[in-house]
């Protein structure tokens, strides 16, 4: 019988305190969770948490339910729901669990009711997913009778019951070890301390002492899921970190050898997520399957382009698609006006199987490659238009769909020509966020497998010599010049030769030749407006502004006027930051310091506002020149190494151009002649370890936030403390934080007063207004 079973599973404690199951093993991690949860029992009587399968919820309701005995004064008690299979047994299965012992001749719910009259705990009713139905009417019945009742339950989708108060359960963190920026975010990795917990348990006194880079790497491409990352522990029995790591290709063959002592779903990775597949419908299923194309995140669009065909219409997609976020499978991201999904490597991988085995993966991903391929063109068409900054984001969120849709490119034969137009129309796009190599890869990988004679092959030959000139790679940018001349003389497109000229015009600027470059650009820039192209326009604009400007011309002033009239002509402010730079630059050179540094000021705010890392580099390099030459020397020297670490993040040579880089040199010469080499050096390291907020704000004048300020500022303040910190900043009474923490209002006020001591403060407006300003993440 099922109470038999949970005599049998359950490790008591006093009876009056409930049935909760001693640990076994320690609980790692999730702090934020536990105190989300008890915050949120303080507030409802009914907290699901919910996640896909092997995320952890049920070792967490049993944490929280630990940590919140002592609120329930008739225990805190757990009803085991997995092995129950049908919904005509779950009120017994319950009953079972809060009294064993109970007469078998009453109705079950009559006995539930009279069990819990007058009486105040918590029932937390694990693994719901499979009863959902039924659960919901029990829950709904129970706590509408059992005023004192609260219930925690673990299920894969939401009970749908009013007042039900809903937890997301996130995978542990995991961050990549060689990205910086992930371990920054994340800290300390929470699933590599579980992992190294269960090794050390498989391995006893052969455990390493420190858990490495393989091992952390294996917990990132687990996703963070505590059960993979624990079976994946379980198997150093037999293998090193190394070989686990390259085996997880196979994962699902990789993550057997569970508990014993746990049911079959929970024994291997395989069996948690067939539970969850099996629970969904069949065009939830095969939307599952279609979804596994998609790489990193993706919007509502791409399911509809993509993933609707024979079995699910564009109709049908949204309901799918929220079956999926219901049972765990997707999970939503992205801010409030523009909605994004993301599923787990683990699930992909399930679901790129199933997708195999209907035989539709290669149909699938063509039209993956199709959707962005359109998108891509779509944003070039737009590029000089108001969408410009909307697109370099949105292009930006969709580089893994982007780099999967160009390998589709690359990898299938007779692909290659949509390769070079994808490649050719992003170029612009790489510009501004840093990823000019990785640019450079994919124009030259596609004009590798396509030497077809193409208008195509012209814009991804010029793009290249952008790019290569950028980079400083003089020779490269002059092969690629030379094919893109003889190709557009061969095909005879005006549009093709124009880009020639402007390549050879941009090569000539950046040899300081500037008797070649004019003229070159001048021609350029008459065929582009005779093409009807505002975009080269402009490009052709400001590279003839530029040339102008670092010769001498006397044409400077109308030409840097005429490129940002048309940038606000076109509402193109991605572009409007480099001409407000050229315009900066423009005004240092004839002597006008002041107007130099308020329009360079300008640009850096439209490039921190559009994220033109490029332009950001451009203001930063000149500001310093600027503060430098009028006596700000520390200033100077902390912008010129903020400067640097931009240009670095870009990819970009600094500063690019010849006779910018003779301007470099001179500031530098003052700089260290002022400051002596020991504290040029300090200033310059100094702004180099500028985030790009605090760079931003010493080149306007503003006081830089220091690193972790917020953090800094509430270091001394306990997890609890912060904690009512935050609900003070609401406005909430003692009272009411200790309901919503499940504490008493004694031991709340104690916090209130701790925090005000710690922090020097004399009220709780202080607090509030300290929260506002110093976490704002909070």
């Known amino acids: 019988m099922y109470s038999e079973w949970i005599g049998r599973r359950v490790a008591r404690i006093p009876k009056e305190s409930g049935n909760l199951p001693a640990d076994t093993t320690s609980f790692v991690g999730r702090k934020h969770d536990v105190a989300r949860s008890r915050q949120l029992l303080g507030r409802t009587r009914l907290l699901t948490l919910t996640g896909p399968g092997g995320i952890g919820k049920s070792r967490l309701a049993l944490q929280v339910a630990a940590q919140v005995r002592r609120s329930f004064p008739d225990g805190t008690w757990l009803a085991d729901l997995a092995a129950v299979e049908k919904e005509e047994l779950l009120e017994h299965a319950v009953l079972a669990a809060l009294e ?17 009259h007058g009486k105040r705990l918590l029932l937390v009713l694990d693994n719901c997913e499979h009863l959902l139905h039924g659960c919901a009417l029990l829950v709904h019945a129970l706590l509408a009778s059992a005023p004192g009742l609260h219930v925690l339950t673990t299920s894969r989708q939401a009970l749908g019951v009013a007042g039900e108060h809903l937890l997301t359960v996130s995978p542990l963190s995991a961050p990549h070890p060689d990205d910086s920026g992930q371990v920054a975010a994340a800290g300390q990795s929470e699933a590599l301390r579980l992992f190294a917990d269960r090794a050390a348990a498989t391995l006893g006194e052969r455990a390493p002492s420190e858990s490495g880079r393989a091992a952390a790497l294996i917990c990132h491409r687990l996703d963070g899921i505590p059960l993979a990352v624990e079976l994946a522990a ?13 085996r997880l290709d196979d994962r699902f063959a990789l993550l057997t050898g569970g508990s014993r002592a746990a049911l079959p779903r929970q024994q291997t990775m395989r069996a948690a997520v067939d539970w969850s597949y099996d629970l969904c419908e069949p065009r939830e299923q095969l939307l599952w399957a279609r979804l596994s194309v998609f790489p990193g995140s993706f919007d509502l669009e791409a399911v509809e382009r993509v993933c609707t065909a024979e079995g699910l219409t564009a109709e049908e997609a949204l309901d799918a698609v929220t079956g999926l976020v219901d049972k765990s499978v997707l999970n939503r991201e992205g801010d409030h006006l523009y909605a994004r999904y993301r599923m787990l490597e683990t699930l992909r991988q399930y679901g790129r199987e199933k997708l195999g085995e209907r035989g539709e993966v290669e149909e699938v991903r063509r039209r993956h490659r199709d959707h962005y391929r359109s998108q891509v063109l779509l944003a070039e068409a737009e590029w000089f238009t108001g969408r410009q900054t909307k697109w370099f984001a949105r292009l930006h969120e969709e580089r893994a769909n982007l780099r999967t849709a160009l390998d589709f490119c690359l990898s299938h034969t007779g692909e290659a020509r949509a390769g070079l137009e994808m490649a050719g129309a992003l ?34 030959l010029w793009a290249d010599g952008w790019l290569a000139l950028l980079r400083g790679d003089t020779a490269s940018a002059h092969a690629r010049l030379a094919e893109c001349h003889t190709l557009a003389e061969s095909l005879g497109d005006l549009l093709a030769k124009a880009h020639a000229k402007q390549l050879e015009g941009l090569i000539g600027l ?24 505002p975009g080269e326009t402009w490009s052709t604009l400001f590279l003839l502004s530029l040339s102008c400007c670092l010769s001498a011309d006397p044409r400077t002033v109308t030409l840097c006027e005429e490129g940002l009239a048309l940038c606000e002509t076109h509402d193109a402010q991605w572009s409007r930051a480099f001409s407000l730079w050229i315009s900066g ?52 020297a902390e912008l010129l190494g903020a400067a640097q670490s931009v240009w670095y993040q870009v990819g970009a040579t600094l500063p690019g151009v010849g006779r910018l880089l003779r301007h470099r040199t001179e500031c530098e010469d003052l ?40 953090q800094v500022s509430g270091s001394t303040l306990t997890p609890r403390e912060t904690a009512v910190a935050q609900l003070v900043a609401q406005g909430l009474a003692d009272k009411q934080i200790a309901a919503q923490l499940v504490i008493s209002p004694r031991t709340a006020q104690g916090h209130v007063q701790r925090a005000l001591a710690k922090l020097g403060f004399t009220s709780r407006t202080q607090i509030a207004v300290w929260i506002q300003e110093q976490m704002p993440q909070s």
């Open 671 to 710: 700089l260290l002649q002022a400051l002596g080499h020991a504290r040029f050096t300090a200033r310059v390291r100094a702004g180099a370890a500028f985030t790009t907020e605090q760079a931003v704000a010493r080149a306007l004048g503003r006081p830089a936030p220091g690193p972790g300020a917020a």
């Open 585 to 636: 630059l423009r005004l240092w050179l004839t002597g006008d310091v002041e107007q130099a540094v308020s329009a360079l000021q300008e640009g850096l705010g439209v490039a921190r506002t559009t994220d033109n890392r490029l332009a950001l580099a451009q203001c930063l390099e000149v500001l310093a020149w600027a503060r430098a030459g009028g006596g700000h020397r520390e200033e100077g």
């Open 100 to 116: 064993p012992g109970h007469n078998m001749g009453r109705h079950p719910l009559a006995a539930l009711t009279d069990f819990l």
């Open 234 to 246: 379980a198997r150093m029995r037999v293998l090193t970190c190394e070989q686990i790591l390259d």
């Open 510 to 533: 950046f040899r300081d030749d500037f008797a070649r470059a004019v003229p070159l650009l001048e021609s350029a820039l008459q065929q582009y407006r005779a093409h009807g192209d």
């Open 427 to 460: 170029w612009s796009h790489r510009l501004g966020s840093g990823s000019l190599e990785e640019e450079r890869h994919w124009l030259a990988q596609n004009l590798a497998s396509d030497s077809t004679p193409s208008p195509a092959r012209v814009k991804a």
